[in-house]
């Protein structure tokens, strides 16, 4: 486990952010500017943050054993935790019918049970003192992707999981937020889990269709630095929201999902997805 120390930020620091996912993307451009602010900051990921700074520790959330000794790392070198972030994330293009068990079950312990797993672990510090918890959702946690339906159920999942978590710590004032994000161009797009048309079978064609779409919303969508700006802003309020919806989509997507019968979203999803 390699650990980069910077002992002239970590002296002036006032406030310890443990951050999953800071080598990239969205983790990356919160990173940027929570160093900016002062705060010491802590990476969790398979590849080194390569900010000045960033404290790395490297591990596979996909495997409990490194993950649990890099969270157990930080937590003995500070004597609190302030901010928790959960960047991490993981897509596959598939139908739901074709999909391998050894895939969605990655997806979900990368997107999902790894978040429970960090949360369980800094809670005890947590608790002592107060703090902040944030999970990077998105908005199609409430308007689901075609043909990545394994993507949309875990940041569903995180969704209900903030709200379940605003009950439970409200007496050791902790607040939770899920960030919901629309799309957002980075290089995700590019990483997302692709089967192979031997794969998809059936599928195909609207498999193409469908991520063809996803993959230009995408990178005609929001930047990185745009949900981070709203991220810090929110920090920097008195109160969390639960929920906070970065663009104007997932806004509308959310007032969508409370006043529209079902099929009406239905027939939204499809028309989006060109299905």
Known sequence: MENNKYEQITTKAK???VLVGASSGIGYEI???LLTKNYRVFNISRTHCLLDGVENYIADISNRETFNAAIDAILENVANIDILIYAAAFSMASSVEYAKEKDY?????VNYFGAVQIVQKVLPKMKQYGGKILFISCSNAILPIAFDSFYSSSKAALNMLA????????PYAIEVCCVLPTSTATNFTYKRKMYAEEETKDYTTNIKKATTVLANMEQNGLSASDVAKKVIDALAQKHLPTFLHCGIKSKLFAVADRVLPIK????INKRIYKQ
């Open 15 to 17: 406030n310890v952010v």
């Open 31 to 33: 990173a940027l500017r």
């Open 105 to 109: 079950q990655y997806l979900m312990q």
């Open 163 to 170: 709200k379940g978590l605003s009950v439970e710590l409200s």
């Open 264 to 267: 009406a979203m239905h027939y």
